[in-house]
Protein backbone atom coordinates (compact mmCIF):
# COMPACT_ATOMS: atom_id res chain seq x y z
CA UNK A 1 0.00 0.00 0.00
CA UNK A 2 0.92 3.34 -0.85
CA UNK A 3 0.54 6.33 1.83
CA UNK A 4 1.83 9.99 1.61
CA UNK A 5 2.86 12.29 4.06
CA UNK A 6 2.27 15.58 2.50
CA UNK A 7 2.23 19.13 4.10
CA UNK A 8 3.90 22.67 3.42
CA UNK A 9 7.59 22.82 4.12
CA UNK A 10 8.52 22.72 7.95
CA UNK A 11 5.34 21.25 9.04
CA UNK A 12 6.57 18.05 10.51
CA UNK A 13 6.73 15.47 7.81
CA UNK A 14 10.22 13.98 8.29
CA UNK A 15 9.84 13.93 12.26
CA UNK A 16 6.62 12.31 11.88
CA UNK A 17 7.70 9.43 9.53
CA UNK A 18 11.02 9.20 11.37
CA UNK A 19 8.73 8.75 14.80
CA UNK A 20 6.59 6.00 13.23
CA UNK A 21 8.78 3.94 11.02
CA UNK A 22 10.30 2.07 13.99
CA UNK A 23 6.46 1.42 15.63
CA UNK A 24 5.25 -0.01 12.12
CA UNK A 25 8.02 -2.33 11.80
CA UNK A 26 7.69 -4.04 15.37
CA UNK A 27 4.16 -5.05 13.85
CA UNK A 28 6.39 -6.85 11.14
CA UNK A 29 5.97 -4.47 8.09
CA UNK A 30 8.30 -4.21 5.34
CA UNK A 31 8.88 -0.42 4.49
CA UNK A 32 9.72 1.71 2.10
CA UNK A 33 10.24 5.87 2.52
CA UNK A 34 10.24 7.33 -0.80
CA UNK A 35 11.36 11.17 -0.82
CA UNK A 36 11.02 13.74 -3.52
CA UNK A 37 13.98 16.10 -3.62
CA UNK A 38 12.45 18.83 -5.54
CA UNK A 39 14.63 21.88 -4.96
CA UNK A 40 17.36 20.98 -7.55
CA UNK A 41 19.98 17.67 -7.31
CA UNK A 42 20.85 15.20 -4.52
CA UNK A 43 24.48 14.13 -4.13
CA UNK A 44 24.27 10.52 -2.74
CA UNK A 45 27.61 10.16 -2.46
CA UNK A 46 30.86 11.91 -1.48
CA UNK A 47 32.62 14.05 -4.14
CA UNK A 48 36.04 11.94 -4.99
CA UNK A 49 34.48 8.73 -4.07
CA UNK A 50 34.70 5.39 -6.04
CA UNK A 51 31.15 5.27 -6.81
CA UNK A 52 30.70 9.35 -7.46
CA UNK A 53 33.45 8.61 -10.06
CA UNK A 54 31.67 5.54 -11.90
CA UNK A 55 28.24 7.88 -11.81
CA UNK A 56 30.03 11.29 -13.28
CA UNK A 57 31.50 9.01 -15.77
CA UNK A 58 28.28 8.21 -17.00
CA UNK A 59 26.88 4.80 -16.08
CA UNK A 60 24.48 3.82 -13.11
CA UNK A 61 25.91 2.61 -10.01
CA UNK A 62 25.04 -0.09 -7.86
CA UNK A 63 26.87 -0.29 -4.46
CA UNK A 64 26.68 -3.03 -2.43
CA UNK A 65 27.99 -4.14 1.32
CA UNK A 66 27.15 -7.34 3.71
CA UNK A 67 24.66 -5.25 5.01
CA UNK A 68 22.78 -2.94 2.09
CA UNK A 69 22.76 -2.07 -1.36
CA UNK A 70 21.96 0.90 -2.77
CA UNK A 71 21.35 2.04 -6.41
CA UNK A 72 21.61 5.03 -8.34
CA UNK A 73 20.60 5.63 -11.63
CA UNK A 74 19.34 8.44 -14.26
CA UNK A 75 15.46 9.10 -14.07
CA UNK A 76 13.39 11.53 -16.11
CA UNK A 77 11.09 13.63 -14.70
CA UNK A 78 8.23 11.68 -15.87
CA UNK A 79 9.71 8.62 -13.25
CA UNK A 80 6.97 8.92 -11.12
CA UNK A 81 5.88 7.38 -8.39
CA UNK A 82 3.49 4.31 -9.55
CA UNK A 83 6.70 3.79 -12.33
CA UNK A 84 8.71 3.63 -8.86
CA UNK A 85 6.33 1.15 -7.30
CA UNK A 86 5.85 -1.02 -9.71
CA UNK A 87 9.38 -1.19 -10.88
CA UNK A 88 11.04 -1.52 -7.37
CA UNK A 89 8.74 -1.87 -4.71
CA UNK A 90 6.38 -4.55 -4.75
CA UNK A 91 7.79 -6.26 -2.17
CA UNK A 92 7.36 -3.62 0.42
CA UNK A 93 3.86 -3.46 2.70
CA UNK A 94 3.91 -0.40 3.02
CA UNK A 95 5.51 2.38 0.80
CA UNK A 96 5.05 5.76 2.70
CA UNK A 97 6.08 8.52 0.80
CA UNK A 98 7.15 12.62 1.93
CA UNK A 99 5.33 14.83 -0.55
CA UNK A 100 4.32 13.68 -3.79
CA UNK A 101 0.98 15.48 -3.27
CA UNK A 102 -0.03 15.84 -6.95
CA UNK A 103 0.17 12.09 -6.87
CA UNK A 104 -2.98 12.15 -5.04
CA UNK A 105 -2.62 8.76 -2.79
CA UNK A 106 -4.48 8.15 0.07
CA UNK A 107 -2.58 10.20 3.22
CA UNK A 108 -2.21 12.26 6.08
CA UNK A 109 -1.66 15.65 6.25
CA UNK A 110 0.66 17.30 8.34
CA UNK A 111 -0.02 21.20 9.37
CA UNK A 112 1.02 24.05 10.68
CA UNK A 113 -1.68 25.69 12.95
CA UNK A 114 -1.96 28.43 10.12
CA UNK A 115 -1.64 26.62 6.97
CA UNK A 116 -4.48 25.94 4.76
CA UNK A 117 -5.32 22.35 4.42
CA UNK A 118 -6.94 22.77 0.82
CA UNK A 119 -4.34 22.25 -1.49
CA UNK A 120 -3.93 18.98 -0.24
CA UNK A 121 -7.06 17.65 -1.10
CA UNK A 122 -6.58 14.80 -3.13
CA UNK A 123 -6.76 11.37 -2.55
CA UNK A 124 -8.57 9.93 0.69
CA UNK A 125 -7.42 12.37 3.78
CA UNK A 126 -7.09 8.81 6.55
CA UNK A 127 -6.34 11.95 9.36
CA UNK A 128 -4.75 15.75 9.74
CA UNK A 129 -1.99 16.18 11.81
CA UNK A 130 -1.89 19.48 13.24
CA UNK A 131 -1.67 21.59 16.89
CA UNK A 132 -5.62 22.46 16.57
CA UNK A 133 -8.44 20.39 15.13
CA UNK A 134 -9.07 20.91 11.93
CA UNK A 135 -13.14 20.60 10.82
CA UNK A 136 -14.25 17.76 9.69
CA UNK A 137 -11.07 15.52 10.13
CA UNK A 138 -9.60 13.23 13.00
CA UNK A 139 -7.10 15.56 13.78
CA UNK A 140 -3.89 14.52 15.65
CA UNK A 141 -1.61 16.55 17.31
CA UNK A 142 2.30 16.33 16.00
CA UNK A 143 3.49 13.84 18.54
CA UNK A 144 0.54 11.09 18.93
CA UNK A 145 2.89 8.84 17.24
CA UNK A 146 1.50 6.02 18.64
CA UNK A 147 -1.48 6.74 18.20
CA UNK A 148 -1.23 7.48 14.06
CA UNK A 149 0.73 4.31 13.95
CA UNK A 150 -1.94 2.61 14.84
CA UNK A 151 -4.19 4.07 12.59
CA UNK A 152 -1.80 3.66 9.65
CA UNK A 153 -2.08 -0.37 11.04
CA UNK A 154 -5.78 -0.15 11.06
CA UNK A 155 -6.27 0.92 7.42
CA UNK A 156 -3.68 -0.95 6.43
CA UNK A 157 -5.72 -4.27 7.49
CA UNK A 158 -9.05 -3.05 6.02
CA UNK A 159 -7.43 -2.39 2.93
CA UNK A 160 -5.89 -5.67 2.69
CA UNK A 161 -9.10 -7.20 4.12
CA UNK A 162 -10.92 -5.32 0.55
CA UNK A 163 -8.74 -7.09 -1.75
CA UNK A 164 -9.88 -10.43 -0.83
CA UNK B 1 26.00 -8.34 -20.53
CA UNK B 2 27.91 -8.82 -17.30
CA UNK B 3 31.59 -8.02 -17.05
CA UNK B 4 33.97 -7.77 -14.40
CA UNK B 5 36.76 -5.67 -13.84
CA UNK B 6 39.01 -7.80 -11.15
CA UNK B 7 42.54 -7.45 -9.90
CA UNK B 8 44.12 -6.67 -6.44
CA UNK B 9 43.50 -3.27 -4.53
CA UNK B 10 45.37 -0.23 -6.00
CA UNK B 11 45.77 -1.77 -9.53
CA UNK B 12 43.81 0.39 -11.50
CA UNK B 13 39.98 -0.97 -12.19
CA UNK B 14 38.71 2.07 -10.50
CA UNK B 15 40.31 3.92 -12.83
CA UNK B 16 39.99 1.92 -15.71
CA UNK B 17 36.37 1.80 -15.59
CA UNK B 18 35.72 5.52 -14.81
CA UNK B 19 37.98 6.07 -18.39
CA UNK B 20 35.73 3.26 -20.64
CA UNK B 21 32.89 4.38 -19.52
CA UNK B 22 32.57 7.61 -21.28
CA UNK B 23 33.59 5.79 -24.51
CA UNK B 24 31.01 3.10 -24.45
CA UNK B 25 28.50 5.44 -23.82
CA UNK B 26 29.50 7.40 -26.92
CA UNK B 27 28.61 4.02 -28.89
CA UNK B 28 25.07 4.01 -27.50
CA UNK B 29 25.49 1.57 -24.55
CA UNK B 30 23.50 1.83 -21.15
CA UNK B 31 25.67 0.99 -18.38
CA UNK B 32 26.00 0.25 -14.76
CA UNK B 33 28.66 -0.27 -12.84
CA UNK B 34 27.99 -2.40 -9.38
CA UNK B 35 30.67 -1.77 -6.66
CA UNK B 36 31.17 -4.20 -3.84
CA UNK B 37 32.05 -2.19 -0.58
CA UNK B 38 33.82 -5.21 1.10
CA UNK B 39 35.45 -3.37 4.29
CA UNK B 40 32.77 -2.60 7.03
CA UNK B 41 29.58 0.09 5.51
CA UNK B 42 28.93 2.60 3.52
CA UNK B 43 27.13 5.50 4.23
CA UNK B 44 25.11 6.76 1.20
CA UNK B 45 24.45 10.11 2.54
CA UNK B 46 25.26 12.42 5.34
CA UNK B 47 24.66 11.97 8.84
CA UNK B 48 21.74 14.01 9.53
CA UNK B 49 19.85 14.26 6.09
CA UNK B 50 16.21 13.28 5.73
CA UNK B 51 17.08 10.40 3.99
CA UNK B 52 19.54 9.39 6.54
CA UNK B 53 17.07 9.91 9.34
CA UNK B 54 14.55 7.52 6.82
CA UNK B 55 16.99 4.58 6.78
CA UNK B 56 18.31 4.72 10.55
CA UNK B 57 14.54 4.73 11.26
CA UNK B 58 14.50 1.41 10.30
CA UNK B 59 12.84 1.70 6.76
CA UNK B 60 14.18 1.73 3.32
CA UNK B 61 15.02 4.69 1.70
CA UNK B 62 14.15 5.64 -2.42
CA UNK B 63 15.16 9.66 -3.22
CA UNK B 64 13.71 11.01 -6.51
CA UNK B 65 15.57 14.46 -8.18
CA UNK B 66 14.14 15.88 -11.82
CA UNK B 67 17.45 13.78 -12.96
CA UNK B 68 18.20 10.96 -10.68
CA UNK B 69 16.28 8.12 -8.43
CA UNK B 70 18.70 6.39 -5.59
CA UNK B 71 17.36 3.53 -3.47
CA UNK B 72 18.64 2.03 -0.33
CA UNK B 73 18.07 -1.28 1.27
CA UNK B 74 18.76 -3.43 3.88
CA UNK B 75 20.31 -6.81 1.93
CA UNK B 76 21.69 -9.72 3.41
CA UNK B 77 25.28 -11.18 2.56
CA UNK B 78 23.65 -13.90 -0.04
CA UNK B 79 22.35 -11.05 -1.93
CA UNK B 80 24.20 -11.83 -4.64
CA UNK B 81 25.21 -10.31 -8.07
CA UNK B 82 22.71 -12.58 -9.74
CA UNK B 83 20.17 -11.46 -7.76
CA UNK B 84 21.03 -7.67 -8.41
CA UNK B 85 21.22 -8.11 -12.10
CA UNK B 86 17.78 -9.94 -12.43
CA UNK B 87 15.55 -8.13 -10.24
CA UNK B 88 16.86 -4.32 -11.17
CA UNK B 89 19.46 -4.46 -13.89
CA UNK B 90 17.74 -6.44 -16.76
CA UNK B 91 17.62 -2.87 -18.94
CA UNK B 92 21.16 -2.30 -19.30
CA UNK B 93 23.55 -3.32 -21.90
CA UNK B 94 26.33 -3.68 -20.17
CA UNK B 95 26.69 -4.34 -16.38
CA UNK B 96 29.82 -3.83 -15.27
CA UNK B 97 31.79 -4.95 -11.98
CA UNK B 98 34.46 -3.59 -9.89
CA UNK B 99 35.93 -6.39 -8.18
CA UNK B 100 33.47 -9.82 -7.95
CA UNK B 101 36.09 -12.08 -8.35
CA UNK B 102 34.25 -15.03 -7.13
CA UNK B 103 31.45 -14.88 -9.21
CA UNK B 104 33.20 -15.74 -11.76
CA UNK B 105 32.07 -13.65 -14.64
CA UNK B 106 33.72 -13.03 -17.90
CA UNK B 107 36.47 -10.50 -16.93
CA UNK B 108 39.02 -8.11 -17.57
CA UNK B 109 42.17 -8.50 -15.09
CA UNK B 110 44.01 -5.39 -13.72
CA UNK B 111 47.60 -6.29 -12.40
CA UNK B 112 50.67 -4.40 -10.95
CA UNK B 113 53.84 -5.88 -12.79
CA UNK B 114 54.27 -8.44 -9.49
CA UNK B 115 51.09 -9.45 -8.99
CA UNK B 116 49.80 -13.19 -9.68
CA UNK B 117 47.09 -13.70 -12.28
CA UNK B 118 46.54 -17.28 -10.62
CA UNK B 119 43.66 -15.85 -7.83
CA UNK B 120 41.73 -14.26 -11.12
CA UNK B 121 41.92 -17.65 -12.71
CA UNK B 122 37.68 -17.69 -13.16
CA UNK B 123 35.67 -17.52 -15.61
CA UNK B 124 36.89 -16.29 -19.59
CA UNK B 125 39.34 -13.95 -19.15
CA UNK B 126 38.88 -11.30 -22.24
CA UNK B 127 42.34 -9.49 -21.57
CA UNK B 128 45.04 -8.74 -19.07
CA UNK B 129 46.00 -4.81 -18.08
CA UNK B 130 49.58 -5.09 -17.26
CA UNK B 131 52.90 -2.85 -17.26
CA UNK B 132 54.24 -5.85 -18.61
CA UNK B 133 53.01 -8.77 -21.13
CA UNK B 134 51.22 -11.71 -19.09
CA UNK B 135 51.89 -14.70 -21.32
CA UNK B 136 49.07 -16.35 -22.52
CA UNK B 137 46.98 -13.94 -22.18
CA UNK B 138 46.34 -10.47 -24.94
CA UNK B 139 47.60 -7.66 -22.53
CA UNK B 140 47.07 -4.00 -22.70
CA UNK B 141 48.86 -1.13 -20.77
CA UNK B 142 46.79 0.94 -18.25
CA UNK B 143 46.28 3.81 -20.42
CA UNK B 144 45.49 2.12 -23.24
CA UNK B 145 41.42 3.30 -23.05
CA UNK B 146 40.44 3.18 -26.07
CA UNK B 147 41.74 -0.09 -26.97
CA UNK B 148 40.29 -1.78 -24.12
CA UNK B 149 37.18 -0.13 -24.36
CA UNK B 150 37.12 -1.67 -28.43
CA UNK B 151 37.47 -4.98 -27.25
CA UNK B 152 34.89 -4.80 -24.89
CA UNK B 153 32.49 -3.62 -27.75
CA UNK B 154 33.77 -6.26 -30.26
CA UNK B 155 32.92 -9.06 -27.40
CA UNK B 156 29.49 -7.37 -26.64
CA UNK B 157 28.30 -7.49 -30.26
CA UNK B 158 29.58 -11.24 -30.73
CA UNK B 159 27.63 -12.11 -27.26
CA UNK B 160 24.87 -10.74 -28.86
CA UNK B 161 25.13 -12.57 -31.73
CA UNK B 162 25.72 -16.31 -30.17
CA UNK B 163 21.98 -15.64 -28.84
CA UNK B 164 20.54 -14.85 -31.87
Chains 1, 2 share one sequence.
Not at 18 to 47: C, M, Q, S, T, W
Not at 136 to 153: D, P, V
Request: glycine content about 6%; some cysteine.
Amino acid sequence: MILSVVGSPDSGKTTLIEKIVPILKKNGLKIVVVKHHAHGDFEFDRKGKDSWKFYESGADVVITSDKKTAMIKRTRNEYNLDIICKKYLSSYDLVLTEGFNRAGKDRIVVLNPDDDIERFKKGKILAVVCEKDVEGYKTYRHEQYEEIANLILRFLSSSLDSNF
